[in-house]
């Protein structure tokens, strides 16, 4: 922990925003809030440990690293907690959605769906097989996880998450699904069934929100597209540019609607400000499905024309009233949040570093990186809510407190490593023997095929 002298560096810094003893405290109930999820003390407090070590500077977030940053004497507590350690996950999950939507909360929030890759080498960890993942940018080994986000003008953070499983290669092999340890019960999804059974479940938790968002993938699942509309949700869906709609002229592609909109069809909105300032587009949009009543399908098709490039998206859209051409572009341009938080649980608190093969460890390292983020989220909507305009003493503007920078503070300002300089040297001489052993069974294995 930190000296009283660090306290009272720290308070005189109070007045920017930057307060650890109140972040401290913020830590403390968020991690309360999960206590129950875990029905001993030894998993609860490995459980924190864990979380400590994700919101570290620790160079890996695997279980070794966050051990060694814990101070404990090997990995084998860390590693229990994701394999057989008796403790909730679904629990887990539930209080970081309440959690992130009591401090995000707004009528008007956004359930946003997507998928991201995990790169992974062998053919044993649950669900992985070659596969195209955005995280690569092509073909390649990984796990896919589905990820549903809360997104509103308060912030956004991580509130669910689902594992792919891969028809063939997978959910067709049940000797292998029962290595990986995924549940007999475990059917085939797809990835839009998977994102719904995720928005349901939000939905159903009573989380504040009017609108659905996603990429192609999902808006062109005319079955995911019923489901929200079943469930009265406004949806503004990306579609690929050769979608047909129904239109009083017939069906048409929407890039061939598009081409012969005039030029007074076109308006400029915003999609809201970016890291890089203003995102404006050119927008148009047209009425379909005219012959359908209200409930019964989408109704308008949104085209999104970039200024600069030209390049066009298009999205069926849904509302569950009334709305302006302004209001479809604005939570269209609600999507990139996700990537967002991709990136933060992936930089930030170690979404991607797992070492784990199994379904257990995959679903319980996944919920505790997002526990990770949650505590960021609540940190930094504090800290805006609490100086909306921060400067230094000397008057000069100074930018909001970000994820990045509030868990460097963190770091500096609270969280001290649990060892001493010959802990860190026995920790170094435990990994190379470990590396040791492994390439010794691995050379061993090959020569005996």
């Not at 939905?203 to 699942?221: F, R, S």
């Not at 983020?373 to 305009?389: E, K, Q």
């Not at 802990?423 to 050379?443: I, K």
């Amino acid at each position: 922990m930190w000296s009283q002298n660090d306290q009272g560096v720290a308070a005189g810094h109070s007045v920017e925003g930057v307060d650890p003893q109140r972040w401290e405290k913020t830590v403390d109930r968020v991690m309360a809030r999960v206590a129950d999820a875990f029905t001993r003390a030894e998993p609860r407090r490995t459980a924190r440990d864990y979380v400590a070590g994700l919101l570290s500077a620790t160079e890996r977030k695997n279980c070794w690293w966050l051990a060694e940053h814990a101070g404990h004497a090997g990995p084998d507590a860390m590693q229990r907690l994701l394999r057989t350690a008796r403790w909730d996950a679904a629990e887990v999950r539930d209080e970081v959605r309440a959690v992130v939507v009591e401090r995000l909360a707004h009528p008007d929030g956004v359930l946003i769906c997507d998928e991201t890759g995990f790169l992974k080498k062998g053919v044993h960890s649950a669900g992985v097989q070659r596969q195209y993942t955005g995280t690569a940018g092509r073909v390649e080994n990984a796990q896919v996880g589905v990820f549903l986000s809360y997104a509103s003008r308060h912030g956004r953070a991580l509130i669910d998450r689902r594992l792919y499983l891969p028809a063939k290669t997978w959910c067709a092999d049940r000797d292998r699904c029962t290595a990986a340890g995924i549940p007999e019960d475990t059917a085939f999804a797809t990835k839009p069934a998977l994102a719904a059974q995720m928005v349901y479940a939000a939905l159903d938790a009573q989380v504040p929100a009017t609108w659905v968002t996603a990429d192609e993938v999902y808006g062109v699942n005319t079955a995911f597209r019923a489901g929200l509309r079943a469930r009265a949700m406004g949806y503004v869906l990306a579609v690929a540019c050769d979608q047909h709609v129904s239109t009083g002229a017939g069906r048409v592609r929407v890039d061939v609607l598009a081409a012969a909109l005039p030029r007074q069809a076109w308006q400029r909105h915003s999609a809201g400000d970016g890291s890089k300032g203003p995102r404006d587009y050119d927008c148009a949009w047209v009425g379909i499905n005219p012959d359908q009543p209200w409930p019964a399908d989408d109704r308008w098709l949104l085209i999104r024309r970039h200024r600069r490039t030209g390049e066009l998206a298009f999205y069926l859209c849904r509302a569950p009233t009334l709305v302006g051409l302004g209001r479809l572009v604005r939570v269209a341009g609600t999507r990139w949040a996700v990537e967002e938080s991709f990136q933060a649980g992936k930089s930030q608190v170690g979404l991607d570093h797992y070492q784990v093969r199994s379904w257990t460890g995959w679903h319980r390292h996944t919920v505790l990186a997002m526990l990770a983020l949650a505590v960021l989220t609540v940190l930094v909507a504090d800290a805006r809510d609490a100086t909306p305009s921060p400067r230094d003493r000397e008057g000069r503007e100074l930018l909001e407190l970000t994820t990045n920078e509030i868990r460097h503070l963190l770091n500096v300002l609270i969280t001290r490593p649990a060892r001493r300089l010959i802990d860190y040297l026995s920790w170094s001489t435990w990994r190379r023997a470990h590396q040791a052993r492994a390439r010794r069974l691995h050379y061993r294995r090959r020569c005996a095929g």
